[in-house]
T-cell receptor, first 114, second 113 residues
């Protein structure tokens, strides 16, 4: 397996634009996580899914953020409208057995909102 | 990887020496802890985990020690190699019952050749 695949690797967008980040988890992993990493706040869990169902989205900062998982092999994180403070590295991760186990992270998407 | 912060505590060790990275956790009720390594430009990579019913757990060249009395966790790396240079994060259970992990701010390990 190629691991968790995220796209794009880098995204530069103007404030107010919609941004969509994509993730393909490792096949067979039932859990998918979206994290955000910034200098100020470190690594934060935004939302996670179990069997394509969102379980906990309490980490999603605002209504501007939404995430979907239409099937077991694909998830998206959308920001609409984007703001400069959304600039960060966004990671997708997947695991076999949930939160209290090894998670495999993708390479991340570096988002810059100007 | 570059976005983890410019003012991280840094540990500099000579290649071949042992490294000890420390982590203080906040939730006395935490019963699960995990260490990740993050190289520049990459996502975090699992190193080792430990549950609170254990004081010590060993992996390949790594050992995690848990001291629940003082809420302290450490990661020991034996015979540190240049490839160990990275930022190391510990994480614990969150304060609520959701089992979400709360990550620390990280420690940068620099290995001198």
């Amino acid at each position: 397996d190629a691991g968790v695949i995220q796209s794009p690797r880098h995204e530069v967008t103007e404030m107010g634009q919609e941004v969509t980040l994509r993730c393909k988890p490792i096949s067979g992993h039932d859990y998918l996580f979206w994290y955000r990493q910034t200098m100020m706040r470190g690594l934060e869990l935004l939302i996670y899914f179990n069997n394509n169902v969102p379980i906990d989205d309490s980490g999603m900062p605002e209504d501007r953020f939404s995430a979907k998982m239409p099937n077991a092999s694909f998830s998206t994180l959308k920001i609409q409208p984007s703001e400069p403070r959304d600039s960060a590295v966004y990671f997708c991760a997947s695991s076999l057995q949930g939160l209290r186990t090894e998670a495999f992270f993708g390479q991340g998407t570096r988002l810059t909102v100007v | 990887g570059e976005s983890v912060g410019l003012h991280l505590p840094t540990l500099s060790v000579q290649e071949g020496d042992n490294s000890i990275i420390n982590c203080a956790y906040s939730n006395s009720a935490s019963d699960y802890f995990i260490w990740y390594k993050q190289e520049s430009g990459k996502g975090p990579q699992f190193i080792i985990d430990i549950r609170s019913n254990m004081d010590k757990r060993q992996g390949q060249r790594v050992t995690v020690l848990l001291n629940k009395t003082v809420k302290h966790l450490s990661l020991q790396i034996a015979a540190t190699q240049p490839g160990d240079s990275a930022v190391y994060f510990c994480a614990e259970n969150g304060m609520d019952s959701s089992y979400k992990l709360i990550f620390g701010s990280g420690t940068r390990l620099l290995v001198r050749p």
